[in-house]
């Protein structure tokens, strides 16, 4: 499927004969060339009606039904706060595993050997986790009864061995208390070392192995005996909790990889509010490209649209703004030669050279 805006003054000549509209709309049709594509047309009067269609669009909060639609109101929104991405885990209080569960059934599995629940979450890539505190997580889960003793269930955080706990043949319900070590410290009469025992990242897996110790049925005199195996069923609870609100946030910046992983520091508030991006005054095919797809970079990581960036192409109003700042194009002559952004660009290149990336600079004046 294709996207297509179009106003009535300014629209592509497979369009020349369709009729004005009075009101923003959005219109799914065939491509002119090939039945086999479809063609999504955001359609106004003017760039004010163009801009109403796609906040609708973009929000989701529209009632589609047939190929047409008049987009007549969109609601605002609630204004967002920092760290608020749908997709990042909340640093203000504990999390439970409902929150974090992509579907139902997630938290479930059945095997007849190991059971394996994977739980997947997106942190803020500054959240500060150098001290000896450490995350705490309260584990409620059910299983089936072991028939032998020996089964356990293993915890492992980013394919990095936590611990193991046993799973008791007299119970069918547990709960653990598990706090995830994320420094060990080693002290000699000299010096103190900290090494890193778990790595927390912007992406990471929790992953349960329940493992069961299974037998062979025989006889005492040992003749074979054929018996049809069962599952195990293993589930987690969704009261069950990861707490990261002991933590604060500090990056140094700038920090590509923190862009690439996270969009950040734009994301920081999940619709740009924070966020301007320059533009030249006529961009050209290939900048325009930078910009969807960064904002597309951005949405996919954060779990919401940009909906409230700002895009200009005058360098002179962002001059005192307090705004992160994405620049696309030539740097404009009234930064040429200040200090400030040559030690930027010049730390930004040294960085992509080094992991062989190209250069993307962000700056907040």
């Known amino acids: 499927m ?4 179009a106003t009535n003054n300014r629209r592509p000549d497979f369009l020349r004969d369709h009729p004005l509209v009075n009101a923003p709309v959005i219109k799914m049709i065939n491509h002119p060339q090939n039945p086999f594509v479809k063609l999504l047309v955001i359609w106004g009067r003017d760039d004010k009606d163009l801009l109403q269609a796609a906040k609708g669009l973009a929000q989701g909060n529209i009632l589609f039904r047939g190929d047409s639609v008049v987009v007549n109101d969109v609601k605002p929104l609630l204004p967002r706060k920092p760290y608020d991405a749908p997709n990042w885990v909340r640093t203000d209080r504990p999390v439970t595993f409902a929150e974090l569960k992509n579907y ?3 938290l479930q599995a059945s095997a007849l050997q190991t059971a394996a629940i994977n739980v997947s979450f997106n942190l803020p890539p500054d959240l500060f986790l150098l001290r000896n505190s450490g995350v705490d997580m309260k584990i409620n889960y059910r299983y089936t009864t072991p028939m032998v003793g020996g089964s356990r269930i293993d915890v492992n955080l980013n394919n990095q061995y936590i611990e193991s706990f046993r799973l008791s043949p007299r119970s069918t319900t547990d709960r653990l208390l598990l706090h995830l070590p994320l420094l060990q410290e080693l002290s000699d009469s000299n010096n103190k070392i900290t090494i890193p025992a778990l790595t927390l990242g912007a992406l990471n897996q929790l992953r349960f192995n329940f493992e069961y110790v299974n ?12 018996s049809r195996p069962l599952n195990n069923h293993a589930v987690i609870a969704d009261d ?5 609100s002991k933590y604060h946030h500090f990056i140094a910046m700038p920090d590509l990889r923190a862009f690439a992983s996270s969009g950040f520091p734009f994301s920081r508030m999940a619709d740009l509010s924070e966020t301007v991006i320059v533009m030249p005054e006529h961009p050209g095919t290939t900048q325009v490209e930078i910009l969807l797809n960064t904002l597309g970079l951005i949405g996919a990581q954060t779990g919401f649209p940009a909906i409230n960036l700002t895009v200009t192409d005058d360098i002179s109003s962002i001059q005192n703004k307090d705004a992160d700042i994405l620049l696309i194009g030539a740097i404009p002559q009234e930064f ?8 930027l660009i010049d730390a930004t290149a040294s960085w992509g050279k080094k992991r062989q990336c190209g250069t993307l ?3 907040k004046l």
């Open 215 to 226: 037998t062979i049925p025989s006889t005492d005199d040992g003749s074979c005996i054929i």
């Open 361 to 363: 600079i962000t700056h």
């Open 240 to 244: 069950s909790t990861i707490d990261f």
């Open 336 to 343: 040429a030669g200040q200090q400030q952004i040559n030690l």
């Open 2 to 5: 294709l996207l297509v805006f």
């Open 104 to 106: 139902e059934g997630q």
